[in-house]
T-cell receptor, first 114, second 113 residues
Framework: AQSVTQLGSHVSVSEGALVLLRCNYS??????LFWYVQYPNQGLQLLLK??????LVKGINGFEAEFKKSETSFHLTKPSAHMSDAAEYFC????????????FGAGTRLFVKA | EPEVTQTPSHQVTQMGQEVILRCVPISNHLYFYWYRQILGQKVEFLVSFYNNEISEKSEIFDDQFSVERPDGSNFTLKIRSTKLEDSAMYFC???????????FGSGTRLTVV
């Protein structure tokens, strides 16, 4: 069965600094991996997805993530944080066969300081 | 851009009452899901629905819960007899492929009193 662990429930960065949100996954078959963002009082929005093509995936709003099979990781990065990036970020995994269920990590709240 | 629409945005109900949460998925999507998020906690999978039947469900999705796609456009979640612990934000999602990523609605905040 698949699972996702997000390291750090809260991350705080200064505006303009690098954003790094960590995600490790567990899956018995090749996974499909996703990052979603949730702004206050809104639903989840897909940021980017890894579906076994390129290991470095670019998403919306300048975010990208790298799939590292050897480390079972899929960390989310952005070179320069904006105030508007403040939100909750969820890593998620779907198993590659019959993936009718996507499991979400506990989430990491990103704070951006001026 | 196509959206998943959920109604109502807020619902308050008395314990023991039945509630129906409604969703209109994106029209050409084939896979439908319900998730819930208790305040301050993680997003939990409830059920997936494909080809007019439940594909997978979690332990949370017990006999009190049911889903239906009554008319080819709506997708509903019914809770037969609500409990206090059912209070949560309920999200509907749809996708064109099971591994493509989901489009989520804005959620229904259910409060059971």
């Amino acid at each position: 069965a698949q699972s996702v662990t997000q390291l750090g429930s809260h991350v705080s960065v200064s505006e303009g600094a690098l954003v790094l949100l960590r995600c490790n996954y567990s899956s018995s078959v090749p996974p499909y991996l996703f990052w979603y963002v949730q702004y206050p009082n809104q639903g989840l929005q897909l940021l980017l997805k890894y579906t076994s093509a390129a290991t470095l995936v670019k998403g919306i709003n300048g975010f990208e993530a790298e799939f590292k099979k050897s480390e079972t990781s899929f960390h989310l990065t952005k070179p320069s944080a904006h105030m508007s990036d403040a939100a909750e970020y969820f890593c998620a995994v779907t198993e590659g066969t019959g993936g009718f269920k996507t499991i979400f990590g506990a989430g990491t709240r990103l704070f951006v300081k001026a | 851009e196509p959206e998943v629409t959920q109604t109502p945005s807020h619902q308050v109900t008395q314990m023991g009452q039945e509630v129906i949460l409604r969703c209109v998925p994106i029209s050409n999507h084939l896979y439908f899901y319900w998730y819930r998020q208790i305040l301050g906690q993680k997003v939990e999978f409830l059920v997936s629905f494909y080809n007019n039947e439940i594909s997978e469900k979690s332990e949370i999705f017990d006999d009190q819960f049911s889903v239906e796609r009554p008319d080819g456009s709506n997708f509903t979640l019914k809770i037969r007899s609500t409990k206090l612990e059912d209070s949560a934000m309920y999200f509907c999602a749809s996708s064109s492929s099971e591994n493509y990523g989901y489009t989520f609605g804005s959620g229904t905040r259910l409060t059971v009193v």
